[in-house]
């Protein structure tokens, strides 16, 4: 996804335009739930990239403020960078908290009223907590450790241990940007074990020297 978005980039038109740009793919649903959000916070231009059909590419431009959705798009984000655009720096939407910080990274570069995002956002967020309570009940003091796949393992872990409860281990990422992971790195414990790039049968040792409840 990040090769093939990247090599999009070029191809989209410039704008002045002042807007928020969503990149990575999202479902139809979730997309049009975020743009309807962001619409009742004030920010009355969002597009997507990807688009919905290729012919569509949205502008990009110094007027553009871009959200990540996914943490693998290093390339993409700073081939947009170099297009002018701003990326903005936080968290990724996965978890109550998550989303809310990603969502505030919004509002914040469009000088949104804070009252307005709680009087928005509020109602969602106690719904969300009220759901993940019954999982945080299962999963709290229990121990994970996550292996490296995805570059989704520092978000996961964010969420596991912050918002269920979960001791973490280890945490392994294919991949580690200190930059894009800043926000999330500083929301971990500050004794978490992250180990970059993957040795299978070393990890697989400290998986059986640890014997976490769960392994990712």
């Known amino acids: 996804e990040d090769g093939a978005l990247k090599a999009l980039v070029p191809l989209m038109p ?20 975020l743009i309807t959000l ?21 502008g990009i431009g110094p007027g553009t403020k871009v959200l990540l959705t996914q943490p693998y798009l290093t390339d993409t984000a700073k081939t947009l960078k170099d297009r002018g655009a701003q ?13 809310l910080l990603w969502m505030k990274a919004a509002t914040k570069s469009f000088q949104i009223e804070d009252s307005l995002v709680q009087s928005t956002l509020g109602p969602l967020i106690l719904r969300a907590r009220k759901a993940l309570q019954p999982l945080r009940e299962n999963l ?15 978000p996961l872990a964010r969420f596991l241990h912050r918002e269920c409860g979960m001791e973490l281990v280890e945490v392994g990422t294919p991949y580690l940007n200190r930059e894009m992971m800043q926000k999330e790195l500083e929301l971990l414990p500050e004794n978490t074990q992250i180990v970059e790039g ?19």
């Open 14 to 33: 410039s704008t002045e335009q002042e807007q928020l740009l969503l990149v990575g793919t999202l479902s139809n649903a979730v997309e049009d739930r």
């Open 38 to 58: 962001f619409n009742r916070l004030g920010i009355s231009k969002v597009s997507s990239f990807p688009p919905r059909q290729s012919t569509e590419l949205p």
């Open 87 to 99: 990326i903005l720096q936080t968290t990724f939407p996965l978890g109550v908290e998550g989303s």
């Open 140 to 154: 709290s003091g229990k121990k994970v450790f996550l292996l490296p796949e995805s570059q989704l393992e520092i």
């Open 198 to 216: 993957q040795h299978v049968e070393k990890q697989l040792d400290r998986v059986r020297e640890s014997s976490p409840d769960l392994v990712v």
